[in-house]
């Protein structure tokens, strides 16, 4: 199975940029779609971003707004997610995931690797 290891998070102001890395170990990287949730604090886990297995198809949740990009470089065994003109609501515990379903899934439990969550905090 594959194993996911995030990297990136930290503090930002608002209106600033964030990129967040997503390495992968431990399964065929390119054949699995990924994606990206959040999670705040008394919230479900939101959908953020997905991509499919050889990176031709993206999908965004409804709230990015073209402000985020999410990419991934299968050479590397590695998925990014470029998040541009932060705000406060932006706040949250980011995970990287992995599924086995094709397309692009918007569903947690169509994910079966879950990295373990980097803190995302946007400042005012």
């Known amino acids: 199975q594959v194993q996911l290891v995030e990297s990136g998070g930290g503090l930002v102001q608002a209106g600033g940029s964030l990129t967040l890395s997503c390495a992968a170990s431990g399964g065929t990287f390119s054949n699995v779609a990924m994606g990206w949730f959040r999670q705040a604090p008394g919230n479900e886990r939101e959908f953020v971003a997905a991509i499919t297995r050889y990176g031709g198809i993206t999908d965004y949740g409804n709230f990015v707004l073209g402000r985020f990009t999410i990419s991934r470089d299968n050479a590397k065994n590695t998925v990014y997610l470029q998040m541009r003109k932060l705000n406060v609501e932006d706040t949250a515990v980011y995970y990287c995931?992995?599924?086995?379903?094709?397309?692009?899934?918007?569903?947690?439990?169509?994910?079966?690797?879950w990295g373990q969550g980097t803190q995302v905090t946007v400042s005012s």
């Open positions: 995931a992995g599924s086995d379903f094709p397309q692009t899934p918007r569903r947690p439990d169509e994910y079966a690797y």
